[in-house]
């Protein structure tokens, strides 16, 4: 019955015009990236490495696939949670709104199968939306590009990574992106049975990641003791996997406080929805 309703949701969103926001974002957006940096790439290439020039002499072909798609996910990361936040938060209050939530509860299925059925569709959603950016971003960049070492440059320290070396590094960072996804489309999802209209949920989960990354941006004393516990700071922990060597603490507790946050959300939403009165 899971897996049915799973599937039942899946067709929902795809029948929604909105899901398909989010891929075509993308696409223009990398994109975009792509033919810049086609066009024009190595001055740019040039802006960013002058700093560490007068103390590194670089040889080889700098600008390759593997620093274009970390170009595209330094600039995408942040944006994909409003795209996931868009769908995920239409999930149960759009049908309280048209009024096929009642009909969908009256089913002999228990209402925690039901928000797991549209837990596990957000989540198939949010993967396909990774696979389709790591396709555009890595394979296209690599096909456009050519493969070569990727230059990592830091405020303080300049990391160079091989080519052998790299398409791992990728794969877990999507992967650490996709849990931080999963937690922003389970928090959508809880606000959206507190709510009988789609904008509500969506404008407040936006409106929380805002927040709480320009918290997380701000030089202020203050808000350095509040960063640590912020979910949005955690969320950019897929950028740990291109320091060398690589901070498995780091990674190990945000990936933790990551699933501990999910695990509070549906527990919440769960207490909440099987509680809730359908009749009002």
Known sequence: ??????????????????????????ALI????QFAMYADGENYI??????????????????????I???ILQMLI???PLLVALVTGDMLSGEAAMGTLRFLLVRPVSRTTIILSKFLAGSIYTLLLLIWLGILALGVGLLAFGPGDLIVLKTDQLIILQDGDVLWRFMAALGMAFLALTLIGTLSLMLSAFSDN???PIISTMAL???FTIIGTLEVPLFDM??????????????????????????????????????AFMSVLLYYYNRKDIQS
């Open 1 to 26: 019955m899971l897996l049915r309703l799973t599937v039942l949701e899946l067709k929902k969103i795809a029948a929604r015009p909105r899901s398909y926001i989010g891929f075509i974002a993308i």
């Open 30 to 33: 990398a994109g975009l990236i």
């Open 46 to 67: 040039k802006f960013i490495t002058q700093s560490v020039e007068q103390s590194f002499l670089f040889e080889g072909k700098i600008m390759n696939g593997n620093l």
């Open 69 to 71: 798609c970390f170009i």
């Open 78 to 80: 942040i944006q994909v």
């Open 198 to 200: 789609s904008i509500g």
């Open 209 to 211: 990641i805002i927040l």
């Open 226 to 263: 509040i960063k640590p516990y912020l979910f949005t700071t955690h969320m950019s922990a897929w950028r740990s996997f291109f320091e060398d060597p690589l901070p498995w603490s780091q990674i190990r507790y945000s990936i933790l406080f990551m699933l501990v946050h999910i695990v």
